[in-house]
C-alpha cells in the first residue's frame, strides 16, 4: 500500500524524484569519483584563466584615437608605419577608428605627420578631375562649392594659431529677378591650437579672406566660430562694441606701460627680482567743438544801384531836322558849381571838394541809389578730441628684498619711485599713483623644479602594471598553489599504497592486525590458524573486493533477520 502511495502517476503535479532537488542532483553530480579527481584540475585551469584574464585588462594600457573614418587603404599605411616604428595600435572593428596607446598618441601623430599620412580622400579642386562624363549641373554645382569650401579651409589652415579648419558656404541659386537675389554667406569653424588665440586682426583677415573668395559676398556675411562654441566675429562685421573697445585700450595702454617698466627695472633690480602691475582708466568719450570769427572790416563783393544828374535847357536834347544842320558840333560848354553827391541842394559841404589823387565829384550827378554787399572775414574752427586718452593711472611695484646683505633703503625705494613715476607719465592733475615696496618673495624652488614624482606620465602604467601583476600572484599563491600540493599528496600517498601493496608479507593496519598483501580468497579466510589472522584475512577481502563483501555482509544480516 505504501509502494503504491509512493509510486508518481502520469499526469500529477509532482516531479520525478531526480528533478525535485536540484541541488542534491549537482551534489550526486559532484560525489562521482570520475569528476571529484578532476575537480582539482579543472579549478587550478580556471584560477589560471581568471589570472591570464586581470592581468590581459590590466596590463592593457588605456587607447586613444588616432584617426576615424579613414579609408582602407589608409589604414594599411598607417598601421604599417606604426608597426614598422614599434608603437602597437588596433582598430575597432565597430567603428573602424585607428588607436594607440594613450602614451604614445603624440609619438605616432608627428611620426605620420611627417610621412603625409594619412592619404585622405582628394579634396580641393582636384575633386573635379573625378567628376564623370554627363553629371548634372547641381552635382557640378555641389562639387564646385564643396572644392572652394576645402581650398579656403586649407589656406585658412596656414595661420599658425590654427589647427584645423572647416568652411560651409551657403550659396544661392541667382534668379533674373533683381529683387529675389540674395548674397552668398559662409560660416568658418576653427579648431585652436592648444593655449592658442587669435586676434582681432587675424579674425578679419579670416572674414575678407573667406569673402574676398567668393563672388558677391560681403564680409558682413561671414561668421567665424571656435572649437568652444564662442562667437570671433562680431556682428554686424568686424566691429566691436563700445565695452569690448574700452577693454581693448585699456588692455593696450597698460600692456605699454608694463612694457615700459620692465625695460626700466630689468637692467636695474635684475629679471624676477620684481613685479608690476597696472590699472589703467581709459577715456573714451568723444567731444567735439566747434567756433565761429568774423572781421570787423569788410571787402566789398557787389554793388547794384543808379544815379540821376542836372538837366539843362535844350542842351542837351536832340532836335532839329536831320540832316547837315543836324551833324553841326555842340556849343562851347560853361562851368558851373557842381551840386553834392546826395543831390541836395545849396551851398557844396566842405567834404565835396575833390579829393587830391581821387575819383573827382561827377558835376552832372544830382543824386544816387546804390546797394553794396560786403564779404566780412570769417573764419570756421572744429576740435575733435578722439578718445582713448587716459583719465588716471595706478601703477603698483613690487620689488625682492636681497636674499643676503642689508635691506633696500628708503632713499633708494623714493629713486625707484621717481623712476617709476618719470617712465608712465605720472601727472598729479590727474589724480594718478604709484606705490613702490620691497617685501620677500616666496620661495619658488618647488614650483620651479618641475612637476612632482606623482604627476609623471609613467605612473599610471607602472600601477597597471603592478596592480595585474599582484593579482596574478595572489591567484596563483592562494588559488593554485593549494591544489597542487593537495594533488601532489594525493599521488605520493598512491605511490606509497602501491609500494606497500608490492611488497611481500602481511601488512599492518590501524589495529595493529595484520592484514596480507596479496589478494585474499574465500579460503584463505577459512584456513586461517588463529583470529587475528582470519580478521586481517576478511580486511583484506573487503579491501580487494568491496562489492562481494557489501553482498557477505547483506546476506548475513538478512539470515540473522531469518
Known amino acids: 500500500m505504501s509502494n503504491a502511495l509512493a509510486t508518481v502517476t502520469p499526469g500529477s503535479g509532482a516531479l520525478p ?6 541541488l542534491l542532483q549537482i551534489k550526486g553530480f559532484m560525489a562521482q569519483p570520475a569528476v571529484r579527481r578532476s575537480l582539482p584540475m579543472a579549478l587550478m585551469i580556471g584560477l589560471i584563466g581568471a589570472a591570464a584574464l586581470a592581468w590581459a585588462m590590466l596590463s592593457t594600457p588605456t587607447q586613444k584615437t588616432l584617426f576615424e573614418g ?22 575597432n572593428d565597430s567603428t573602424g577608428a585607428l588607436t594607440v596607446n594613450e602614451e604614445d598618441f603624440s609619438r605616432a601623430r608627428m611620426l605620420l605627420a611627417g610621412q603625409g599620412l594619412p592619404k585622405q ?39 599658425d594659431a590654427v589647427a584645423e579648419a572647416r568652411v560651409h558656404l551657403a550659396m544661392p541659386e541667382s534668379s533674373v529677378f533683381v529683387r ?51 562667437l570671433l566675429s562680431k556682428p554686424g562685421g568686424a566691429g566691436v562694441s563700445d565695452g569690448d573697445k574700452r577693454l581693448q585700450i585699456q588692455r593696450q595702454v597698460e600692456d605699454k606701460v608694463r612694457l615700459q617698466l620692465n625695460g626700466l627695472l630689468t637692467p636695474l633690480v635684475g ?16 567731444t567735439q567743438a566747434t567756433r565761429e570769427s568774423y572781421d570787423k572790416q569788410g571787402t566789398l563783393r557787389a554793388e547794384t544801384g543808379n544815379w540821376t544828374g542836372n538837366q539843362k535847357d535844350g542842351a542837351g536834347a536832340p532836335g532839329g531836322i536831320p540832316g547837315a ?15 553834392p553827391a546826395n543831390g541836395t541842394s545849396g551851398a557844396p559841404a566842405a567834404d565835396t571838394a575833390p579829393v587830391a589823387g581821387g575819383q573827382g565829384v561827377n558835376p552832372d550827378k544830382q543824386s544816387d541809389s546804390f546797394q553794396r554787399a560786403y564779404d566780412l572775414g570769417k573764419e570756421v574752427s572744429v576740435t575733435r578730441a578722439a578718445p582713448g586718452g587716459t583719465k588716471r593711472l595706478s601703477v603698483a611695484v613690487l ?55 606623482y604627476d609623471n606620465s609613467w605612473l599610471p602604467v607602472l600601477a597597471r602594471n603592478a596592480t595585474a601583476l599582484v593579482i596574478a600572484l595572489m591567484v596563483l599563491l592562494m588559488g593554485v598553489r593549494p591544489l597542487v600540493k593537495a594533488m601532489t599528496k594525493k599521488k605520493e600517498k598512491e605511490e606509497a599504497d602501491a609500494a606497500a601493496a608490492a611488497l611481500p608479507g602481511p601488512t599492518v593496519d590501524e589495529d595493529g592486525v595484520a592484514v596480507p598483501a596479496g589478494p585474499v580468497s574465500l579460503d584463505q579466510i577459512g584456513s586461517g590458524r588463529s583470529y587475528d589472522e582470519r580478521i586481517g584475512a576478511v580486511r583484506g577481502f573487503t579491501r580487494d573486493n568491496p562489492s562481494r563483501a557489501a553482498l557477505a555482509v547483506r546476506d548475513m544480516i538478512k539470515a540473522e533477520a531469518k
Open 271 to 286: 629679471a624676477g627680482n620684481f613685479t608690476a602691475e597696472v590699472q589703467a582708466d581709459v577715456n573714451l568719450d568723444e
Open 399 to 453: 620689488l625682492r628684498d636681497p636674499d643676503k646683505g642689508a635691506k633696500r633703503t628708503p632713499a633708494e625705494i623714493t629713486q625707484i619711485t621717481d623712476l617709476v613715476k618719470s617712465a608712465v607719465g605720472f601727472d598729479q592733475s590727474r589724480g594718478d599713483t604709484v606705490t613702490v615696496i620691497s617685501r620677500k618673495f616666496a620661495d619658488m624652488t618647488d614650483t620651479a623644479a618641475g612637476p612632482k614624482w
Open 70 to 91: 579613414m579609408t582602407d587603404a589608409d589604414k594599411q599605411a598607417v598601421s604599417s608605419a606604426l608597426t614598422q616604428a614599434g608603437i602597437k595600435s588596433r582598430i
Open 121 to 159: 580622400a582628394p579634396g580641393g579642386y582636384a575633386i573635379l578631375d573625378q567628376l564623370p562624363m554627363g553629371v548634372s549641373r547641381a552635382v557640378e554645382g555641389e562639387r564646385l562649392r564643396q572644392a572652394r569650401e576645402t581650398e579656403l579651409a586649407r589656406s585658412i589652415e596656414e595661420i
Open 17 to 22: 524524484e531526480r528533478f525535485a532537488n536540484p
Open 325 to 339: 544842320l543836324s551833324n553841326t558840333p555842340p556849343p562851347a560848354s560853361t562851368l558851373s558849381k557842381p551840386q
Open 180 to 230: 529675389d537675389n540674395a548674397s552668398p554667406s559662409a560660416s568658418v569653424v576653427l579648431k585652436l591650437q592648444g593655449g592658442r588665440s587669435l586676434s582681432d586682426a587675424q579674425v578679419q583677415s579670416i572674414i575678407n579672406l573667406t569673402a574676398s573668395s567668393v563672388p558677391g559676398m560681403k564680409p558682413d556675411d561671414v561668421t567665424v566660430v571656435d572649437q568652444l562654441g564662442a
